[in-house]
């Protein structure tokens, strides 16, 4: 009965999302009889939704073999957390979580939002559950994740044990969230063209769900860099792989929007600049979710090859996108040019960050669909990471340097000589670190020179806006802002002590033997075999020394049988300047009771992921101030941002 | 990015596919494929031709970070061919004659891939372009 239940209440779900767009339809010539009811609709969408999840979930918890998707995807042994997070671990269990966080959304917006006008609100639920119903199609037509299973199976199909991860267990939903909160964005632009109140009342509304979706993003990307690193034992944390960029795409995206809603919401310009790109980061986030579940990409993780969905996202995408920019071309013309500004300002700041980072954006997504483009014409070739390093890192540089400076200029019109002294400090900073790697450190590319020069003038740079603030009144976004340019400031210092300084050894060393690496020693102790749950492997022991100290690495080599396969497991030692990364192989083939090692010393790399989740805090801290801090008179803080 | 390691078992699968069955993986793993080259700066020069040469068998990895024994036999042709004094450019070259288009990273500047290169500096023109409107002169 469960499933029943749960399969009832999506096809009321769906039903509520159809009478709210019936209701917004009307909503375009006048106030409609329906127009009452479009809230209402949205309140109890949302209910029904987590009624619709809480049975799937209860399906897993109780492990009903019945139910085609738990007898595929799960087993009666397995533990009670991966049995519940084997709820959206799934293709239609992560639709359905989609649709259920957007239908949720939805109802947050209809009983939360005082900031804007009643017909905007009800026409951004309108274009919300036009989104929605989209979703609930694909799902009862194409994916139904309450599916029969008859007669049913005695204890089920299992997951992948190499799945079961309690990191990947969270990584998808992070994204999934970071998508939805992106949609909302939409809706709203959206909304706020189709009634004309394209202005700061609708971006202050739009802002925290700008924000939400960001601060998932962040997390998800730099969680999914980190577990690629440790997991995939090949000392890389970014590939510029299909699936990764399809979830960078939408988050630059998201960062650009982040920003010229700022400046919408304080100074009320940048108006269809600003709506422009909440549609692209939507367009972005379904392209998203269509290369990942189309398997259209010859991608490193290739999986849910599936056509006829791919096809239905790729529809859903062109629908909805072609429409929003329809509706954009067409309203367009009315919305007013918002406030004029000179070059030398914040809001010029910004438009230099959104033009670098559409950019990047740009050139992610052609040389991520240009090999398919260019299979149509019947040439087979590949756009990998030397393309992508070269010609986005120059980019990324020139938005360091905007970010060096844009943080602290005024609003409207600023001059240069008012900072002439920080200017020539930054510039001091960065000519000194360059030179010195250059002139001391032979053979480092010219990119990490840049990278670590300008991150270090940014460390500082970063902090400026609190200059000359009493810490105690200043607002939280301020905070949250210079948290997270420090934080990118970390981690691109991170990046680039990693791949200018990374020291690498491949090796075969038989037990007692040593190798070097940077200023290791490392010396194989031993090698034996260890058992494990559904693996045998081999275990090296390595014993590593610097100096004085002495540590202790065990990397693994698994078998695993039940699916048959064979996984590294790396050892990592984490030191406060940087990883031991060890690596061990099956035996040398040479048979001489050799074992193949490999050794690398990154310096700093963990900076990579310290500095994304403090890009993340920076956004978190904000939206706090965001959420708590009722502002008394209409915006005048003068630093104010996302 | 979980999925990476459901296409790292199959790769490994493939790669415990007996070796006579694959013409270029036939025979004893060469020296060079996991040995490094004496002269560090060589090492560097071939470790960056690697990494911008994609494994064949695989489906998205460079032969540098890629277990299958033709992506072995690979890096082992590149650190020969530096150790012989070759040129990274000529010896991705060579990969394309031997492998196709598909076998490099790294688009050539020629014919559709100069669009590829020249497109971050078209798109910055374009933005710059977008964004005149915006600006107000100083009065």
Known sequence: MIAETGLAALWLAAAMALLQLVGGLTLLRGEGKLTPLIKPAALVQGALCVVSFASLMWLFYVTDLSVLLVASNSHIDKPLIFKLAGTWGNHEGSMLLWVSVLSLSGAAIALLEKRIDTRTLNATLAVQAFVALGFFAFLLFSSNPFERLVPAPVEGAGLNPLLQDIGLAFHPPTLYIGYVGLSVAFSFAVAAMLTGQVGPAFARAMRPWVLGAWIFLTVGITAGSYWAYYELGWGGWWFWDPVENASLMPWLAATALLHSVSVLATRNALRAWTIMLALVAFAMSMAGTFLVRSGILTSVHAFAVDPERGSFILALMLMYTSLAFLVFATRIGTVKQGEPFQIVSREGGIVANNIFLSVILAIVLIGTLYPLAAETMGDKISVGPPYFNKATAPIALLLMVALLLGPMLRWRRDELKRHKYWLVGFFAISLWTGVAIWRFVPGVGVFPILGLALSLALAIAAWVPLKGRKLLRTPLPVFGMVVAHFGLAVSVFGMAAESGFSRETLTALAPGESAKVADWQVKLDDVRPVVGDNWVAIEGQLIARNGDKKFILRPQSRQFYRPEQQTSEAALLTRWNGQLYAVIAQPDENGDGRWQVRLWWKPFVTFIWFGGLLVALGGAISLLGRMFRRPKKPAVNKWAQA | ?139
Not at chain 2, 26 to 37: D, F, K
Not at chain 2, 90 to 104: C, D, F, L, N, T
């Open chain 2, 1 to 139: 990015m979980m999925w990476r390691l459901l296409l790292l078992a199959s790769v490994l699968l493939l790669a415990a596919v007996p070796q006579e069955s694959m013409a270029q993986g036939s025979g004893p793993t060469p020296e060079l494929a996991n040995r490094q080259l004496t002269n560090p700066a060589q090492e560097k020069a071939a470790t960056q031709v690697m990494h911008a040469l994609r494994c064949i068998q695989c489906q998205g990895q460079s032969i540098a970070d890629s277990d299958a024994p033709m992506a072995a036999t690979m890096r082992a042709e590149v650190r020969q061919q530096i150790a012989d004094g070759k040129k990274p450019d000529a010896i991705r070259q060579w990969m394309i004659e031997r492998y196709g288009e598909w076998v490099s990273f790294e688009p050539d500047m020629k014919g559709s891939g100069l669009l590829l290169w020249a497109a971050p500096l078209l798109l910055l023109l374009l933005g710059l372009f977008m964004a005149r409107g915006l600006f107000r002169r100083k009065s």
